[in-house]
């Protein structure tokens, strides 16, 4: 059965619409051709995180995302995506867009890392950008 889980780690933070989120998750996954397996979202702090960039990534860097791909089976997605909340907010208010607009960008961000959408070269983060945007446009709620 497939699964998204949200969980945190060092923060208090409550997330909402958690079954609309899942659903719409779920559809940008199947939009994109591959079927979901196991996805989980971890919210945390920004030490948590940055630790986490320092142990598994070699970088000492805050940072809003940390994308995990266990995906064993090409097509099919596994992952855990661990965000911190306080750079939600601090990008959000940087941005000028709500706090909730912003988790939906990251959270959709790190799905389509899993897709296998790149962003390190510019020509990728262009393209990122515009599946960013095409899915936010079509959150329905």
């Not at 933070?13 to 397996?37: P, R, V």
């Not at 860097?61 to 306080?86: M, R, Y």
Request: aromatic content about 12%; charged content about 30%.
């Amino acid at each position: 059965m497939p699964a998204i889980n949200f969980f945190q780690e060092e923060v208090s933070f409550t997330l909402k619409d958690k079954l609309k989120l899942k659903k719409w998750i779920k559809e940008t996954i199947e939009a994109e051709g591959y079927k979901l397996q196991e996805l989980n979202y971890i919210f945390c702090s920004d030490e948590y995180l940055l630790q986490m960039n320092q142990q598994y990534l070699d970088h000492d860097t805050l940072t809003d995302i940390i994308t995990f791909d266990n995906s064993e089976t090409p097509g099919k997605i596994v992952g855990d995506i661990f965000i911190s909340i306080e750079r939600i907010r601090e990008n959000a208010e940087k941005f000028n867009v709500t706090e909730t607009r912003e988790l939906q960008r990251v959270i959709i961000h790190g799905t389509l890392h899993l897709l296998g959408y790149p962003d390190k070269k510019p020509a990728e983060k262009k393209v990122m950008t515009e599946k960013e945007d095409f899915y936010l446009n079509n959150i329905t709620f």
